[in-house]
């Protein structure tokens, strides 16, 4: 068959696909934390018990109602469906390779390692707090920041009063760790 006459459209949706998977460096553990896996298994349950089939119902309806090149109600719907479908491969695949790490259970608490919350002071002595986590729930608005990050990394292994070098877009800057726990983060 010529080039000229297979569907693009099926091929960029495997593709992206492909992309969101490649958000875990090769070679890395996909570390995470309990909340994070039970967030994932949450939204995967909530996309196949509810949105999908919610989704098939209005394609359905609207696949009986005739012409379907003007019918936005299934253009749409299709579209949601696909979105839907590339969300449920890409939390699959993150929920079978997850290894999840309970910060609770670290038994070296004066050090920074995966699920450690540290406050660190920066240069021009702002403070700040984040929480070390994995890739899938990084989320700096709330501040929970990936281990793979280069904050998280240079803060990996140090203790409070340690300075730490950050490279950043604007130098290197100089942090000060001030305290370590590994509380229980809410979501």
Do not use: C, H
Request: charged residues 30%; glycine residues 6%; aromatic residues 6%.
């Amino acid at each position: 068959m010529s080039k000229a006459f297979t569907k693009d459209t099926d091929s960029d949706d495997e593709d992206r696909d492909g992309d969101d998977a490649a958000a875990l460096p090769s070679g890395l553990k996909n570390y995470v934390t309990p909340r994070g896996f039970a967030a994932m298994q949450d939204e995967l349950r909530q996309l196949m018990r509810v949105e999908r089939p919610k989704i098939v119902e209005i394609v359905s309806w609207a696949a009986g109602n005739g012409d379907r090149s003007e019918n936005g109600d299934y253009i749409y719907g299709k579209k949601r469906l696909r979105e839907i479908d590339r969300r449920v491969r890409y939390l699959t695949k993150r929920l079978e390779s997850a290894e999840i790490v309970d910060p609770q259970m670290q038994k070296n608490r004066d050090r920074v390692f995966f699920g450690a919350t540290v406050t660190y002071i920066r240069a021009d002595d702002s403070e700040q707090t984040v929480t070390i986590v994995g890739v899938d729930e990084a989320d700096m608005g709330q501040g929970k920041i990936s281990w793979i990050s280069p904050i998280a990394r240079a803060l990996t292994k140090t203790q409070v009063g340690d300075t730490v070098e950050v490279r950043t877009p604007a130098g290197v800057e100089a942090l000060e760790i001030v305290s370590i726990s590994y509380d229980v983060v809410a979501l």
